[in-house]
C-alpha cells in the first residue's frame, strides 16, 4: 500500500492511523514499549518509508503576482472599512513579495494608507520610508510624501498611552547563581528531582520573584500576520522574512536574532507543514540545540541524559539558566498517561526527521555511524519535549486600536526555569508575560518557610467552579494532576471570612473598583487589592479573595500592555 502524505497529517497521528495497516500500526505499538524513546520515531520513519509515500513539501515562494493579489484584496476591504482583514492581506502581501520587486513596495505604500486611516501614525511614517529605502516608485512618490507630511503634522497627537513606574522590576537583590531569580526565595531540587522554590522571608502580594526568557516561542496560526514571529509582541507594523512567506518580525533585531538561533534552517520547510504549535517549539528547540553544540557527537551524547538523569547529575544554573546550554532538556520524566502523546507524536517526529534529510550537510555523512545516531539523538530530544515537556501558554494583553479597550491573546513558549515549577489549583503566585519575557509575581502574603506555587490555570477566577472542574482544566493545560490538599479532601477549603476580615474588606468596593478599571485608574487599584489580599490571604477560595484577585489580574493586564505596548487594529 502506499500512502500520500498531506501537510494537514501532522497535525495529528490519528490522520496516519487511518493511512497504515494494522500490522505496521502494532509494530509502532511495540516500539513504544522500549526504555529509548528514539526506538518508536525510527520504527515510524521506517514504516512510512516502506509505505512507498511520496512526501510533498510543495511552495510556491514568494511571487509578484500573489502578493498584488493579497494587496487588491486588501484594498476592497480597506474601502469596505474592515481595517483588521485589510492589515492582514497587507501584511500576507509583504510576506509573498521578492525582496527587490516592486510589489514590496507597493505593499508598504498600501499598508501606510491604512496605518494613516486608523492614526498609526508613527507606523504610517515607518511604512513609507522603507519604501522610499527600497527605491519608491516614481509614480506613487508624490502621493507618498504628502502622505508623511500629513503623518507627521499628527505625531504628537498620537493616542495616549500610559506613563507608568516599572511595576515588574525585582525589587530586591537577586541571587548570585541565577540573577533573574529574587533573594527573597531559595532554589533547591527536592528529594523527587523537582524544582522547589521556597520563601526566606515574607513576601507581599505583587511583589516580582523572578524573570525569565523564554528559550523558544511559538505564535498561534491565526496570529502568523499580527506578531513578531520571535520575541511575540503584537504589533501592526511587521517586517517580513526576507525567504520565507510565513514568519513577520518586529524589527530588524528579532529577524537576526532568529535567524542565527533556527530560523535560517526552519525557513525552507516551515511554512508548508500544518504543524502545531507545541511542534513548531520543539522543532525550533532542536534546531536551536543543533547550532549551539560544537559537534553531533556532543548533541547525540546530551541525548542520552535527559530528564531526571540529567536533573541528578547538573548543577542549579545548569538546569534552570536558559543560556545554559542543555537546561531545556532537563523537564521531570514522571508524568502519568505518556502512551497517547508518545503515538500522536512520532509520527510528526519522524516526519520532522526526514524533513531535514533534504538538507545538504545537516546529517553526518550517510557512510559514517554517525548518521543514524544523530537521527536517533534528535528523535530522543523530540520525544521527551513532546511527552515531558512543559510549555507554558503565554498570555498577552492586547489594546484594540480604534475601539481603546484591552484583549487577550495566546501563545506558547518554553521557559526553562518557570516550566519546571509546581503547579496547583492553590497557589500562591502568577506567572505573567511581557511577550517572550516572563515575570513570576506573588498572588498574595507567602510566609517563609512557604513553597512558592504557581497556577496552571491562567486568567480570572470563578468562584462558582468546582474543584473537580479546576483539576481537569489544569489536568487538560498541563497534563499535571494536582495533589493539593484541598483536591484530596485532606484539607478544609477556608471560604469563611473572619470578622476583622470582613470589616476590613467592607472599606473596598471591589466590583465598583472592577469595574471602573482603566488606564488611568490601574495603578492605583492594584495597590489596593494587593492590601486586601495580603488580609485574605488564608481564604483563598473566598468569593471576596476571588473578587479581589480579579481586580488584581485586571490591573496587571492594563500595567502589562504599558509595558508592551501591544495594539491590533479592529
Same mark, same amino acid.
Given at each position: 500500500m502506499s500512502i500520500r502524505i498531506d501537510k494537514k497529517m501532522l497535525s495529528r497521528g490519528m490522520l496516519y492511523h487511518k493511512s497504515i495497516d494494522q500490522s505496521k500500526i502494532e509494530r509502532i505499538y511495540n516500539a513504544m514499549a522500549s526504555d529509548d524513546l528514539a526506538d518508536v520515531v525510527m520504527t515510524t520513519l521506517n514504516i512510512l518509508?516502506?509505505?512507498?509515500?511520496?512526501?510533498?513539501?510543495p511552495s510556491n515562494g514568494k511571487l509578484e503576482l500573489e502578493s498584488d493579489g493579497l494587496r487588491t484584496?486588501?484594498?476592497?476591504?480597506?474601502?469596505?472599512?474592515?481595517?483588521?482583514?485589510?492589515?492582514?492581506?497587507?501584511?500576507?502581501?509583504?510576506?509573498?513579495?521578492?525582496?527587490?520587486?516592486?510589489?514590496?513596495?507597493?505593499?508598504?505604500?498600501?499598508r501606510s494608507a491604512l496605518f494613516l486611516k486608523t492614526k498609526c501614525y508613527i507606523d504610517c511614517i515607518k511604512d513609507i520610508d522603507r519604501?522610499?529605502?527600497?527605491?519608491?516608485?516614481a509614480d506613487i512618490e508624490k502621493k507618498l510624501i504628502k502622505r508623511k507630511k500629513e503623518a507627521n503634522y499628527h505625531v504628537p497627537s498620537e493616542f495616549y498611552k500610559m506613563k507608568c513606574k516599572d511595576y515588574f522590576k525585582i525589587k530586591s537583590p537577586c541571587d548570585t547563581i541565577l540573577p533573574s531569580i529574587s533573594?527573597?526565595?531559595?532554589?533547591?531540587?527536592?528529594?523527587?528531582?523537582?524544582?522547589?522554590?521556597?520563601?526566606?522571608?515574607?513576601?507581599?502580594?505583587?511583589?516580582?520573584?523572578?524573570?525569565?526568557?523564554?528559550?523558544?516561542?511559538?505564535?498561534?496560526?491565526?496570529?502568523?500576520?499580527?506578531?513578531?514571529?520571535?520575541?511575540?509582541?503584537?504589533?501592526?507594523?511587521?517586517?517580513?522574512?526576507?525567504?520565507?512567506?510565513?514568519?513577520?518580525?518586529?524589527s530588524e533585531t528579532c529577524k537576526i536574532k532568529c535567524f542565527d538561533e533556527y530560523h535560517d534552517i526552519e525557513c525552507k520547510f516551515i511554512e508548508n507543514f500544518s504543524f502545531r504549535p507545541v511542534s513548531l517549539l520543539i522543532i525550533k528547540t532542536i534546531l536551536k540545540l543543533f547550532k549551539k553544540v560544537n559537534s553531533w557527537p556532543e548533541?547525540?551524547?546530551?541525548?542520552?541524559?535527559?530528564?531526571?538523569?540529567?536533573?541528578?547529575n547538573s548543577s542549579l544554573k545548569e538546569l534552570l539558566n536558559p543560556d545554559s546550554l542543555f537546561s531545556i532538556l532537563s523537564f521531570p520524566d514522571?508524568?502519568?498517561?505518556? #502512551?497517547?502523546?508518545?503515538?500522536?507524536? +512520532? &509520527?510528526?517526529? @519522524? %516526519?520532522?526527521?526526514?524533513? !531535514? $534529510?533534504?538538507?545538504?550537510?545537516?546529517?553526518?555523512?550517510?557512510?559514517?555511524?554517525?548518521?543514524?545516531?544523530?537521527?536517533r539523538a534528535l528523535a530522543r530530544i523530540m520525544m521527551h519535549l513532546h511527552i515531558f515537556g512543559m510549555p507554558s501558554t503565554v498570555i498577552q494583553s492586547v489594546y484594540v486600536q480604534n475601539k481603546n479597550k484591552l484583549t487577550l491573546k495566546a501563545s506558547a513558549a518554553f521557559?526553562?526555569?518557570?516550566?519546571?515549577?509546581?503547579?496547583?489549583?492553590?497557589?500562591?503566585?502568577?506567572?505573567?508575560?511581557?511577550?517572550?519575557?516572563?515575570?513570576?509575581?506573588?498572588?498574595?502574603?507567602?510566609?517563609?518557610?512557604?513553597?512558592?506555587?504557581?497556577?496552571?490555570l491562567n486568567g480570572p477566577q470563578n468562584s462558582d467552579q468546582s474543584?473537580?472542574?479546576?483539576?481537569?482544566?489544569?489536568?487538560?493545560?498541563?497534563? #499535571?494532576?494536582?495533589?493539593?490538599?484541598? +483536591? &484530596?479532601?485532606? @484539607? %478544609?477549603?477556608?471560604?469563611? !471570612? $473572619?470578622?476583622?476580615?470582613?470589616?476590613?474588606?467592607?472599606?473596598?468596593?471591589?466590583?465598583?473598583?472592577?469595574?471602573?478599571?482603566?488606564?488611568?485608574?490601574?495603578?492605583?487599584?492594584?495597590?489596593?487589592?494587593?492590601?486586601?489580599?495580603?488580609?485574605?490571604?488564608?481564604?483563598?477560595?473566598?468569593?471576596?479573595?476571588?473578587?479581589t484577585f480579579n481586580l488584581f489580574y485586571k490591573c496587571l493586564v492594563i500595567l502589562t500592555n504599558a509595558t508592551t505596548d501591544n495594539t491590533i487594529i479592529a
Amino acid at each position: 500500500m502506499s500512502i500520500r502524505i498531506d501537510k494537514k497529517m501532522l497535525s495529528r497521528g490519528m490522520l496516519y492511523h487511518k493511512s497504515i495497516d494494522q500490522s505496521k500500526i502494532e509494530r509502532i505499538y511495540n516500539a513504544m514499549a522500549s526504555d529509548d524513546l528514539a526506538d518508536v520515531v525510527m520504527t515510524t520513519l521506517n514504516i512510512l518509508e516502506e509505505s512507498g509515500g511520496s512526501i510533498e513539501h510543495p511552495s510556491n515562494g514568494k511571487l509578484e503576482l500573489e502578493s498584488d493579489g493579497l494587496r487588491t484584496i486588501g484594498n476592497d476591504f480597506f474601502n469596505k472599512g474592515d481595517y483588521h482583514a485589510s492589515l492582514q492581506c497587507y501584511n500576507k502581501a509583504l510576506c509573498h513579495a521578492p525582496k527587490d520587486g516592486r510589489a514590496i513596495k507597493l505593499a508598504y505604500s498600501n499598508r501606510s494608507a491604512l496605518f494613516l486611516k486608523t492614526k498609526c501614525y508613527i507606523d504610517c511614517i515607518k511604512d513609507i520610508d522603507r519604501c522610499f529605502a527600497l527605491g519608491c516608485p516614481a509614480d506613487i512618490e508624490k502621493k507618498l510624501i504628502k502622505r508623511k507630511k500629513e503623518a507627521n503634522y499628527h505625531v504628537p497627537s498620537e493616542f495616549y498611552k500610559m506613563k507608568c513606574k516599572d511595576y515588574f522590576k525585582i525589587k530586591s537583590p537577586c541571587d548570585t547563581i541565577l540573577p533573574s531569580i529574587s533573594s527573597q526565595i531559595k532554589i533547591e531540587i527536592n528529594d523527587e528531582y523537582e524544582l522547589k522554590l521556597t520563601a526566606v522571608e515574607e513576601i507581599k502580594s505583587g511583589m516580582v520573584l523572578a524573570h525569565e526568557t523564554a528559550y523558544v516561542t511559538s505564535i498561534h496560526p491565526e496570529d502568523i500576520y499580527s506578531a513578531c514571529y520571535y520575541c511575540l509582541k503584537i504589533t501592526p507594523c511587521l517586517l517580513p522574512c526576507d525567504t520565507c512567506c510565513y514568519c513577520m518580525f518586529c524589527s530588524e533585531t528579532c529577524k537576526i536574532k532568529c535567524f542565527d538561533e533556527y530560523h535560517d534552517i526552519e525557513c525552507k520547510f516551515i511554512e508548508n507543514f500544518s504543524f502545531r504549535p507545541v511542534s513548531l517549539l520543539i522543532i525550533k528547540t532542536i534546531l536551536k540545540l543543533f547550532k549551539k553544540v560544537n559537534s553531533w557527537p556532543e548533541l547525540i551524547a546530551a541525548s542520552k541524559l535527559l530528564g531526571t538523569e540529567r536533573i541528578k547529575n547538573s548543577s542549579l544554573k545548569e538546569l534552570l539558566n536558559p543560556d545554559s546550554l542543555f537546561s531545556i532538556l532537563s523537564f521531570p520524566d514522571n508524568k502519568p498517561f505518556v #502512551y497517547g502523546p508518545m503515538y500522536n507524536s +512520532c &509520527f510528526e517526529c @519522524a %516526519e520532522i526527521i526526514n524533513c !531535514l $534529510s533534504e538538507f545538504p550537510h545537516f546529517y553526518p555523512s550517510k557512510n559514517t555511524s554517525e548518521y543514524i545516531e544523530a537521527k536517533r539523538a534528535l528523535a530522543r530530544i523530540m520525544m521527551h519535549l513532546h511527552i515531558f515537556g512543559m510549555p507554558s501558554t503565554v498570555i498577552q494583553s492586547v489594546y484594540v486600536q480604534n475601539k481603546n479597550k484591552l484583549t487577550l491573546k495566546a501563545s506558547a513558549a518554553f521557559y526553562t526555569c518557570f516550566g519546571k515549577m509546581k503547579v496547583s489549583c492553590n497557589s500562591n503566585a502568577e506567572i505573567h508575560y511581557l511577550n517572550n519575557k516572563a515575570v513570576l509575581i506573588a498572588k498574595h502574603k507567602i510566609n517563609p518557610g512557604e513553597e512558592v506555587i504557581v497556577s496552571g490555570l491562567n486568567g480570572p477566577q470563578n468562584s462558582d467552579q468546582s474543584q473537580q472542574g479546576n483539576r481537569q482544566k489544569l489536568f487538560q493545560a498541563k497534563k #499535571y494532576v494536582c495533589s493539593c490538599p484541598t +483536591c &484530596f479532601g485532606t @484539607a %478544609e477549603r477556608l471560604t469563611t !471570612l $473572619s470578622d476583622k476580615q470582613k470589616q476590613f474588606y467592607r472599606q473596598f468596593n471591589i466590583i465598583r473598583l472592577t469595574n471602573t478599571c482603566d488606564h488611568n485608574r490601574a495603578p492605583k487599584f492594584y495597590d489596593e487589592a494587593k492590601k486586601i489580599m495580603d488580609v485574605l490571604n488564608d481564604v483563598p477560595f473566598s468569593d471576596e479573595y476571588i473578587e479581589t484577585f480579579n481586580l488584581f489580574y485586571k490591573c496587571l493586564v492594563i500595567l502589562t500592555n504599558a509595558t508592551t505596548d501591544n495594539t491590533i487594529i479592529a
